[in-house]
């Protein structure tokens, strides 16, 4: 794991990956204590093979349809990715003790797998998902998790490439792709985050929202289809509709979501304080498409439609998948601040909508890569039996080295 220099422990305490929901809430005296472990824990050294370990697919081939519709051989998604070595040697034990996480909720009824990713990824005017093959032509992205992030990165490139701010090992076992406009000041110089948490979330096996036969009911449970991708947030193709699943917070102020920057500085966010980037992506999944020509319409929000005060998947989306979520910090400056008040920094997308406040374009982009065997464990575990693992503990004693 990296951290800024500059990221007190304080702001860790307060906004790592051992959060709890995507509200920003304080950390529970437990979870503190949980992190200040994570903080002082040293990673068992791996050995640096050489060549570097790859991973390899299996020969089930994923069909790309007409117009970009990129087809599902199965609800698993795409063949699994298996490693070319024993992803033991990814893994450790978990904290350096090997011992099991608790519940994420009280009651089981949801499980949580997350990470903390560094903020020194890649700053590049291309997105291999809205425009493949043509570098230079985005609007300014920052990512994170895997190094391979071009306009010509696709999910063999990703599985060919095992270096990664996610899982700094050789035998990193999460090759994705993450990536969001960059934050820009009024010179165009790239704000870097301090770090990024990733999460996965979803409703535990067990649980009321995975029972068909419960009022509760969300949809049909299933793990995170193998390279699914897909666009969230403020859609360029829609501009002015309303954002689901992006919003700014901060460590002082109201400590509420607001739509951009000028809200988060007026809200009482200043300078020392932690400023977040929380972009959630949808889920539940159509279970046909891995992608589509928008790279949004195979998956969907679970809303509250129905009218009997329950969250469900539409029925055009039946399947209910892990959600990906991402909380990239910075700790606000005084320069980001204006003396009205108002934010000196935007978002890289923020000039495709004339007329848009600082931020208010947030969105994010994801392409799955993950190594079959260790992304199995984490299901198995953190998500269906409801625990609550941070730091890439796999819920099952192991934890992956470098997360």
Not at 70 to 82: E, K, M
Not at 137 to 153: E, I, V
Not at 154 to 171: D, E, I, M, V
Not at 389 to 402: A, E, P, V
Request: proline content about 6%; overall charge negative.
């Amino acid at each position: 794991m990296t951290y800024s220099r500059n990221m007190s422990i304080a702001a860790l305490l307060l906004f790592c990956a051992s959060c709890g929901g995507g509200s920003g809430d304080l950390l529970s005296s437990a979870d503190q204590g949980e992190l200040a472990r994570k903080v002082k824990l040293v990673a068992a050294p791996s050995p640096t093979p050489s060549p570097s370990p790859t991973a390899t697919s299996t020969s089930l081939a994923v069909t790309v349809g007409a117009a970009g519709y990129v087809l599902s051989p199965t609800l698993d998604g795409a063949p699994d990715l298996l490693a070319s070595f024993d992803i033991a040697n990814g893994l450790q034990a978990a904290w350096g003790t090997g011992e099991i996480p608790g519940l994420y909720t009280s009651d089981r009824s949801e499980g949580a797998f997350r990470f903390t990713c560094g903020g020194d990824g890649k700053v590049a005017q291309d997105d291999p998902l809205v425009y493949p093959n043509q570098p230079g032509k985005s609007h300014l992205h920052k990512a994170w998790g895997n190094t391979d992030f071009s306009a010509a990165t696709t999910p063999a490139s990703l599985a060919a490439s095992a270096t990664t701010n996610c899982n700094k090992t050789a035998y990193s076992l999460n090759r994705s792709s993450y990536w969001m406009p960059a934050l820009i000041d009024d010179l165009g110089n790239v704000m870097q985050p301090n770090f990024i948490s990733v999460y996965y979330k979803r409703g535990a096996a067990s649980s009321a929202y995975c029972d068909p036969n419960s009022a509760k009911f969300v949809g049909t449970c299933v793990s995170l289809p193998n390279q699914i991708r897909y666009v969230f947030g403020w859609n360029m193709n829609s501009p002015t509709a309303k954002v689901d699943g992006a919003s700014w917070y901060c460590s002082g102020g109201d400590n509420l979501h607001h739509a951009n920057l000028n809200q988060v500085f007026a809200s009482g966010c200043k300078a020392g304080d932690t400023l977040v980037a929380n972009t959630i992506a949808p889920n539940c999944w159509d279970g046909k498409y891995l992608d589509t020509p928008d790279h949004r319409s195979h998956v969907a929000y679970a809303d509250y439609s129905r009218g009997d005060g329950n969250a469900h998947c539409p029925a055009s989306h039946p399947f209910y998948i892990p959600q990906e979520e991402n909380k990239a910090m910075w700790t606000v400056t005084a320069a980001m601040i204006r003396a009205d008040g108002t934010s000196s920094v935007r978002l890289s997308s923020d000039d495709m909508l004339p007329g848009a406040q600082p931020g208010e374009t947030l969105h994010a982009d994801y392409i799955e890569s993950w190594v079959a065997g260790a992304k199995k464990i984490w299901m198995d575990n953190c998500i269906n039996k409801g625990l609550s693992c941070s730091g890439g503990d796999l819920g099952n004693g192991k934890q992956l080295i470098g997360a």
